[in-house]
């Protein structure tokens, strides 16, 4: 399995990006996007469940927006009004068993990851 995010680069805040990740040779149920900013750990953003359910953490509720094609094998992250705070290295995630919702958030949960999309956000 392999995953290729794309999409980073410099944005002014209050600005937008939009991310991608495709995945190689199968649809996942479980697709969620971490990031990790310089000196902290890797943190949840959010989740896309093959129901169509979105979760997110709450400092990019009503920013950030999760999206899916399927035939495409693909998830995206509409990043809005981005801050200096949302500036990371953001990485795809994917997980091929049913998770618990209390454990969206933990790294080790998820099988597989891409190789992580630099995003800078200036002021």
């Known amino acids: 399995v392999q995953l290729q995010a794309s999409g980073g680069g410099v944005v002014q805040a209050g600005g937008s990006l939009r991310l991608s990740c495709a995945a190689s040779g199968r649809t996942f149920s479980i697709m969620a996007w971490f990031r990790q900013a310089p000196g902290k750990d890797r943190e949840f953003v959010g989740i896309s469940l093959s129901g169509g359910s979105t979760y997110y953490v709450d400092s990019v509720n009503s920013r950030f927006a999760i999206s899916r094609d399927n035939a495409k094998n693909t998830v995206y992250l509409q990043m809005n009004s981005v801050k200096p705070e949302d500036t990371a290295v953001y990485y795809c995630?994917?997980?091929?068993?049913?998770?618990?919702?209390?454990?969206?958030?933990?790294?080790?949960?998820?099988?597989?990851w891409g190789q992580g999309t630099l995003v800078t956000v200036s002021s």
């Open positions: 995630a994917v997980r091929i068993a049913k998770l618990y919702s209390g454990n969206y958030h933990v790294p080790k949960e998820y099988d597989y």
